[in-house]
């Protein structure tokens, strides 16, 4: 209680006259504390800074302008007004170094009041700029002040997760977000190029943080939240939707040239169609992140071809190799995975089109029936369904079925497993000798669901999608209940 009152009774003096201007050092010293123990006092100490250089900015006593060296300006040949303001701006930017440095602070509660007075200074800059209006059109927005806010929402060896989420409410605003947006892509460049391509785990989960629920306008007229506008407003960068979309591409392809964490590819990917590239104006430029995101493999792989897919049929992206790809993803992991039902919700997706070569869709048909030899019954359950489907949107695919005198087993069969070029692997030459065997499948449903193809397909495709997350348990289940 002593400490407030002595600090209550220094910012009165500062505020009261120009003579106690010296008084702000007691307030300042405080505000650098440190230690544990002085939590308190550091946060009565924020509160009375806010008070202090809000009120000075309201009443236009900070110098506007280039800030002159401290020393320079007392013996330089200016009024005694400028001199005092000149002073005490330095004082407020002191204020603002310890509040950056504050936002690192062991106690949650201090890293939140310092955001929370940090950007009551942008708001106030805003209104009343320290940057002097040269010319019209000048922007006069603090961006160097909510860079500093920036850079302490994104240390290299801290999860700062929960100051970013306090933060998002700023991101409401129009211009606040412009501007985010472009501090970030500076932020990205100077913390980066210093790794050697080496990720930077809390870093880059720090950024992603921050940057991923960015909502972003869909219309110009859509922009009319503003923490401030300027009177030529129109005329900037920051009212034009374009402006944004533009700092909103280059931000995201800054983020995703370097190497990220294994587990941060899957996050992007996942968010990437509804969250990124409707608001890119080149989305196609998203090609090398996925390249490199599909050579992790896995299911990044398979959310990486996901992104290709809405390029090549939303953007008009020539990308020649993409079934070459999917198909280099079938091997015996794809019954087993956890991301099994995923797999073959996308698989279904990418191989609708009726458009599709028969050599390409028999190619797939062969390589998932001679990979079920080994399969476990729910899966088998999923993909005899699947493939009946592919032979419905494929009918030229049906010769695998009624093949006279084709192969009997793997000895005779012309069909190349290894091949990874579909095109080359000779399945139209082949039949389904591998659906017949699970004829006699030892789990009842397995040999019922194979023995299907015997008979004549009919048009209307099965509905998978309650197959796909099929268990082990179930089947036991549902066997049982029979």
């Not at 308190?40 to 924020?46: I, R, Y």
């Not at 989305?283 to 050579?295: C, R, S, W």
């Not at 992790?296 to 993409?322: M, V």
Request: proline share 5%.
């Amino acid at each position: 209680m002593a400490r407030a009152a002595a600090l209550a009774s220094s910012l009165e003096a500062v505020l009261g006259s120009r003579s106690n201007a010296n008084r702000v050092f007691e307030i300042l010293e405080l505000l650098a504390g440190r230690e544990e123990e002085e939590e308190e006092e550091v946060l009565c100490a924020a509160r009375t800074c806010s008070r202090l250089f809000g009120a000075l900015l309201e009443r236009r006593e900070l110098f506007v302008g280039p800030l002159p060296a401290e020393e320079a300006s007392l013996a330089g040949n200016y009024s005694a007004e400028d001199k005092y303001k000149i002073w005490m701006r330095h004082r407020y930017d002191d204020c603002v170094g310890s509040l950056a440095e504050l936002m690192g602070h062991g106690a949650f509660q201090v890293k939140e009041l310092s955001l929370c007075t940090l950007m009551k200074f942008v708001e106030l800059e805003a209104r009343y700029p320290l940057i002097k209006v040269e010319w019209k059109g000048s922007l006069t927005f603090p961006r160097e002040l909510l860079k500093v806010v920036v850079d302490g929402l994104l240390p290299i060896n801290e999860d700062a997760s929960l100051l970013i989420s306090r933060f998002q409410e700023y991101m409401e605003y129009d211009d606040i977000r412009y501007f985010v947006i472009k501090a970030v892509t500076e932020n990205i460049g100077q913390v980066m190029q210093k790794t050697k391509e080496r990720p930077l785990p809390f870093y880059q989960q720090n950024v992603f943080a921050l940057i991923s629920p960015i909502n972003m306008p869909n219309k110009e007229c859509d922009m009319v939240k503003f923490m401030v506008k300027q009177d030529n407003w129109e005329e900037l960068k920051v009212s034009k939707l374009q402006a944004h979309r533009q700092a909103f591409e280059k931000m995201w392809l800054s983020f995703l040239k370097h190497k990220l964490p294994t587990g941060l590819y899957k996050k992007v990917l996942v968010i990437l169609h509804d969250s990124i590239l409707p608001y890119m104006n080149e989305p196609t430029l998203m090609i090398d992140f996925l390249t490199v995101a599909y050579g992790i493999g896995g299911a990044i792989s398979l959310l990486a071809l996901n992104g290709l897919f809405i390029l090549i049929h939303q953007h008009n992206l020539e990308y020649p190799d993409f079934y070459k790809k999917l198909y280099s993803l079938l091997d015996p992991s794809i019954y087993h995975v956890k991301y099994r039902a995923r797999f073959f919700h996308l698989a279904d997706l990418f191989l609708s089109s009726s458009h599709l070569p028969a050599y390409l869709v028999a190619a797939f048909i062969k390589r998932l029936s001679r990979l079920a030899l080994t399969a476990p019954p729910e899966a088998l359950l999923m993909v005899i369904p699947f493939i009946c489907n592919l032979f419905r949107r494929h009918p030229a695919c049906r010769v695998l079925v009624h093949r006279p005198n084709g192969p009997e087993g793997m000895s005779e069969d012309p069909y190349i497993m290894e091949e990874e070029k579909p095109s080359e692997s000779r399945a139209l030459e082949s039949s389904l000798w591998e659906i017949q065997s699970l004829q006699n499948h030892y789990h009842p449903d397995v040999a019922k669901a194979a023995a299907i193809l015997n008979q004549s397909l009919s048009e209307m495709e099965d509905d998978i999608s309650g197959l796909l997350e099929l268990s082990a348990y179930e089947v036991v289940f549902l066997c049982l209940c029979e």
